[in-house]
């Protein structure tokens, strides 16, 4: 079975510094995806970044982009210019992409709480 | 467009009474989902509808949980008899229909639910 593994339970960046949240994942599947998603405080969970397991090339959207190391089994966030409005949960989360089963199955990390200091 | 959206916000009760949450997804969205986080670990599957039809219900912790989707629309989660261990938010997801497994799912605020 798939795990996911977030291992810092908190973080804090100061505004407009950069921050990395860590997130290695175990699977013997060689096709899948992987998601941050955001959930700042009482509202709902956002879609971050995603990238195809295919995919050696690490995505990126705007201020946030991802280390991708498939070998390693490792999936980092970063966040540039850290905005006070990136205070919340950021859940890692990963997906087969095999057609069998559920494919709406994601499985979650425990999450990661990012404070922004100003 | 509207989000998913999700009531109550909060529920309170005692252990043995009965709970229904509710989940309107995002209009057009055949797939829907509910997942399920407990105080310090991880959100967890519960089920998968496409349309009304139940695709996936291995996450279902026993049968105290029912889930519905009459109509393909809107969808209850009931809880009956709550226990304490049954705490948690209650996540609700959609997506389109035919959407592959790198689509995005669209989450609802939750519904946080304590059994007292």
């Known amino acids: 079975a798939q795990t996911v593994t977030q291992s810092q339970p908190e973080m804090s960046v100061q505004e407009a510094e950069t921050v990395t949240l860590s997130c290695t994942y175990d699977t013997s599947e060689s096709d899948y995806y992987l998601f941050w998603y955001k959930q700042p405080p009482s509202r709902q969970m956002i879609l971050v970044i995603r990238?195809?397991?295919?995919?050696?090339q690490n995505a990126t959207e705007n201020r946030f982009s991802v280390n991708f190391q498939k070998a390693a089994k490792s999936f980092s966030l970063k966040i540039s210019d850290s905005q006070l409005g990136d205070a919340a949960m950021y859940f890692c989360a990963y997906r087969s992409a095999g057609m069998g089963g559920s494919q709406g199955n994601l499985i979650f990390g425990k999450g990661t709480k990012l404070s922004v200091k100003p | 467009e509207a989000g998913v959206t999700q009531f109550p916000s909060h529920s309170v009760i005692e252990k043995g009474q009965t709970v229904t949450l509710r989940c309107d997804p995002i209009?057009?969205?055949?797939?829907l989902y509910w997942y399920r986080r407990v105080m310090g670990k991880e959100i967890k599957f519960l089920l998968h509808?496409?349309?009304?039809?139940?695709?996936?219900e291995s996450g279902m912790p026993n049968n105290r949980f029912l889930a519905e989707r009459t109509g393909g629309t809107y969808s209850t989660l009931k809880v009956q008899p709550a226990e304490l261990e049954d705490s948690g938010v209650y996540f609700c997801?959609?997506?389109?229909?035919?959407?592959?497994?790198?689509?995005?799912?669209?989450f609802g605020n939750g519904t946080r639910l304590t059994v007292t």
């Open positions: 990238q195809e397991a295919y995919k050696q």
């Open positions: 509808f496409v349309k009304e039809s139940k695709q996936d």
């Open positions: 997801a959609s997506s389109q229909v035919g959407s592959l497994s790198g689509s995005p799912l669209h």
């Open positions: 209009s057009g969205h055949d797939n």
